[in-house]
């Protein structure tokens, strides 16, 4: 297999991103691209428009104008019900989109059963391994029943499993407070090591954003106004 | 209501549900299978039931006529044409509304407000495949289903009205309902039953999907949904029924 850090095209390249919603300017001229294996901590108010950035880079949302390319493939959709990617990346929203009809494992389990043709039970085979790492035992609780950190980590393993080469976490504070925040670190560290997985986490807090990023970015009134090492 | 966009809606929603893999078929297979059950076998009960009673009721009002006329022997034929044709397929519809399509949009639009639509689609997992498609086909499917159970629950509905009315009515009543029936009457509500349910089921899912992020806007299109999905119907209805009368 190839070695993910001789790999210096970048995964994902935000290129003049400009987002208005509401005659409100959300985002003003974003420019930032992510290599394999970064860490990026993404920084800013509760109003700073981090989400939305996040929401565009997994083309989520269309920018009012500007592209986004993933692996060099410009990804930017204006389809608000299609899927944006060929290949999958893993998105982790702030309320954590799981699905409530559904088992933590099965929500992990999903995109294996979907996308991959697992057969049922060796997906939630795959899935209780997981969430065991991250120090969850079963997975047979709902969502309701789990607790907001609990939920973070369920939807971190459901957009980790497929192992993607890039993850999007908006506001990973909730995991990272509960105890299991060491073995989480760990399996995105092996995941780095292994397939070079990059990372976006967006936070407010800034040493939240030390734990996540190796690179900082701070975002103030939609303008990227610092990219520190 | 953008008619448009459904109809776009239900066509890339068939086209990316065939076009998509072993796997996911069988995932979308299992929600059809889910929702045919609420739809379909979940409503069986209500629907027997409002059968028999507006069966009832229509041939209870015909006979308090008919006989005075000395039309008794047209109550079948009344029967085929007010239960089969028209007020089967139209109350069936109506009860789907209520209870399928009010619970489908709401529940899209509540997915959508969870995010769970957006991290589905991070997934690379389609909505329009995944939740769209499943749902169109389940209730196009389950309506038919309904719609026989309710022509024959109003059919005995009115053999018993008539029967309890005109002690020796039940054995005329059948043979005029046999004499009366027609196949274009039979096909007829085959087409407006899987028809009905089509529209219903995709004017829920249309409005469910346009929730985008606010949870007021989850009981505002569900109203949207009962009222388009009605009124769709009984437009469709009119010109089906036009097309009856000139064959």
Redesign the interface.
Known sequence: MKNPSHNTVPILEARRIHMIYGGRRILHDIDFSVMPRERIALVGGFDSGKSVLL?IL???TAPTSGDVYLGGENVVSYD????????????V????????NMTASENIA??L??????DKSAALSVARTLLKRMGIDGGDSRPSELSPGERGIV?LC??LI?EPSILLFDEPTVILDVDHADLVMNVLGELRNRIGLAVVGACTSESVAKIIGSRILWLKNGELEEDGD | MDGIGVVRLVIRSFSEAFSSSPGARLCIQRIWVQQMKFTGVDACRIVAVAGFLFGAIVALQSLSILPKVGAAGMLGKLMAMVIIRELGPIVVAFIVIGRSGTAMSVEIGTMIIGGEVAALRSLGISPRAYIVFPRIAGVALATFILLVYFDMAALFGGYVASSMLIKQYPDFYLRSLGEHIQLIDIVATILKGFLFGLLISSIACYYGLRVQRSITEVPQAAMRTVVTAILACLAFDLIVSFGYIHI
């Open positions: 929401r997994a083309g989520l608000p019900w299609g899927v944006p990617w060929r290949r999958p990346i893993g998105y929203a702030q309320n954590h989109g799981l699905r409530s999903l995109p059963m979907y996308l991959k043709h697992t939807a459901r957009a497929l």
